[in-house]
C-alpha cells in the first residue's frame, strides 16, 4: 500500500504508528495511515485485519501538579 521511499512500516510492525497520513478527517477524530492502520484522536488503532489497539496515552500533565 505504501508508494514512499524508503516504505513505511507494515501495519504489523511495531512502530507502525510512523507511517504518514494519507487522509485525515480531525472533526471525525480519526486519520488513515498509508499502512492501512486507522488512529484515533483518543490514541486508539483499527487495524487492516479488524483487531484493535486500545487507547495508549498517558496520563496528563495537570495529574502530576
Known sequence: MCQHNPPCP???AGDHDAA????SFPEQG????CNG???FEDT???LPDGSTVAPHRGPAVHAFA
Open 10 to 12: 507494515t501495519a504489523d
Open 44 to 46: 486508539g488503532e483499527l
Open 37 to 39: 492502520v486507522i488512529v
Open 30 to 33: 480519526w486519520s488513515l495511515l
Open 20 to 23: 504518514r497520513v494519507v487522509a
